[in-house]
């Protein structure tokens, strides 16, 4: 009786590990290769088009999720349309996922020309200083010392933009002349300073 009991807790012992080996076989890596369906530069992540999976063609072609950190490659990391690819995937949340995008043979991917404009537009706005407002490098690299704030709107140092008196004047002249600013904004807000100029003139 104790040796069946050993026995037993034995095969009890094997059989949850037995399961744990099949449910890594189901939420494994596979294989596959292809092609990069389309890859948006900007927000860094596409689509590939699964033609080969473990080695068996597949029939149409499947769509693989790829994001730009899982690409194998060195700086920008980026696909173009049509590039050739080999990569691991797994099931997730958005199908079919990519964990890792190389080239053919484990080789670097190519990648896109583009860079998104946003990325370029913001760099050569960030390289004027917050301190001097001068161009060529940031506040923390600026050789004069703390200057005191100015208005972003006229540049005055004696006053903020929100206290701004140019502001307010120019805010004004586009209330009183519609034709400055054609918008349904300027149009509404034009409305109630004409109905008081009225009551004025009587």
Not at 119 to 145: I, M, T, V, W
Request: hydrophobic residues 25%.
């Amino acid at each position: 009786a104790a040796e069946s009991g050993r026995m037993g807790s034995a095969s009890n012992h094997t059989f949850p590990g037995s399961c744990v080996q099949s449910e890594d076989e189901d939420g494994g890596l596979s294989r596959g290769s292809g092609v990069c369906k389309w890859f948006n530069v900007r927000m860094g992540f596409g689509f590939l088009s699964m033609s080969s999976r473990d080695g068996a063609a597949v029939e149409p072609p499947v769509d693989v999720f790829v994001h730009q950190s899982k690409l194998h490659m060195e700086g920008f990391r980026s696909l173009r349309e049509g590039e050739a690819v080999e990569f691991t995937f797994k099931k997730s949340s958005k199908g079919l996922e990519s964990v890792r995008v190389t080239g053919p043979d484990g080789a670097p991917c190519l990648g896109s020309e583009r860079r998104p404009k946003s990325a370029q537009k913001r760099r050569s706005k960030g390289d004027r200083c917050y301190n001097c407002g001068e161009p060529g490098h940031h506040a923390k690299e600026c050789q004069l010392p703390p200057q005191p704030k100015k208005c972003h709107f006229c540049h005055s140092v004696s006053h903020m933009i929100a206290n701004c008196p140019v502001k307010a004047q120019q805010q004004q002249l586009q209330q009183l002349c519609p034709g400055s600013q054609g918008t349904a904004t300027s149009q509404r807000e034009e409305e109630p300073s004409q109905a008081t100029l009225a009551e004025n003139s009587e």
